[in-house]
């Protein structure tokens, strides 16, 4: 299943994702820093969704309440509850 999120609060405005059941595949930024939006799809390669979810949930950039990382965290599960309706 792809799916894509529009991102909130961050430089980013959106991230193209693929599930296989939990696990997620082949990640895409669009805007944002190009080397940490290169990084973080190779780091969550093959995890499941609640492990994306552990390890990115509630990573803030700078002062602002969220970050490219937790908007992946939201995405990841958000595309989950999509695909199980």
Do not use: W
């Not at 595949?25 to 609640?50: H, R, S, W």
């Amino acid at each position: 299943m792809t799916y894509t999120y529009k991102t909130q609060g961050t430089c980013s405005t959106k991230i193209e994702l693929e599930l296989d059941g939990n696990i997620v595949k082949n990640v895409k930024f669009t805007g944002g820093c190009p080397g940490n939006l290169l990084a973080i799809p190779k780091l969550v390669e093959g995890l499941t969704v609640d492990e994306v979810e552990e390890k990115l949930s509630g990573i803030r950039c700078g002062f602002k309440p969220t970050s490219c990382g937790d908007q992946l965290a939201h995405a990841c599960r958000a595309a989950y509850e999509e695909s199980q309706k």
